[in-house]
């Protein structure tokens, strides 16, 4: 039972890492888009005199942007920037107390009985809050940023779990 509560703990610690390295790319990408916009916005409309005989291309420059400007607010990732760090904050909460219990769990205070009722405990307030904001949103399966979230995990328990698990750490980072 110990090692289901480790394997949980660590996968929960790994969620949390894969929400932030998401709401990181959302942010740049509302970046990008935000400076891009203003850009040829700005861009169209000051060299609008100049380039009077190329008037329709500007034309059609200052159409595109007002029309990216529009469905830009209707994109998926505007309400993820704004959900990703409330759910981030509400699932660290609870990762926080899985891993001061863990102490108890790893030092075997409580028999299995009672380790399978605090980890279903967590698991399902875990569970309950990634519905509540992911209930009508899925975030796609990027490679790269659950290869990222993979490394931060080892380095987070290499770095602050070291000593008291490290067999567990090994056993569970490498798999």
């Known amino acids: 039972m110990k090692q289901r509560y480790w394997d949980k703990m660590t996968q929960f610690k790994f969620e949390i890492l894969l929400f ?38 500007w034309a059609v420059i200052v159409a595109a942007t007002q029309i990216i400007s529009i469905v830009n607010e209707f994109l998926p990732y505007k309400k993820r920037i704004e959900e990703i760090p409330k759910l981030i904050a509400e699932l660290n909460t609870i990762y926080n107390k899985m891993e001061e219990e863990w102490y108890n769990v790893n030092a075997q205070k409580y028999d299995d009985a009672n380790v399978n009722k605090i980890l279903y405990k967590y698991i399902a307030n875990w569970d309950k809050i990634q ?9 796609p399966d990027k490679k790269k940023l659950t290869s990222k979230a993979s490394k931060l995990q080892q380095e987070y328990f290499s770095c602050f779990l070291i000593g ?5 750490t090994e056993q569970t980072i490498t798999q």
């Open 20 to 57: 932030n390295e998401h709401f990181s790319r959302y942010v740049l990408i509302n970046r990008i888009i935000i400076i891009v916009l203003a850009v040829l916005s700005s861009g169209a409309v000051g060299t609008w005199a100049i380039w009077k005989q190329y008037d329709i291309i």
């Open 131 to 139: 519905n509540n904001y992911l209930k009508s949103d899925a975030l």
């Open 164 to 168: 008291d698990v490290e067999n567990e």
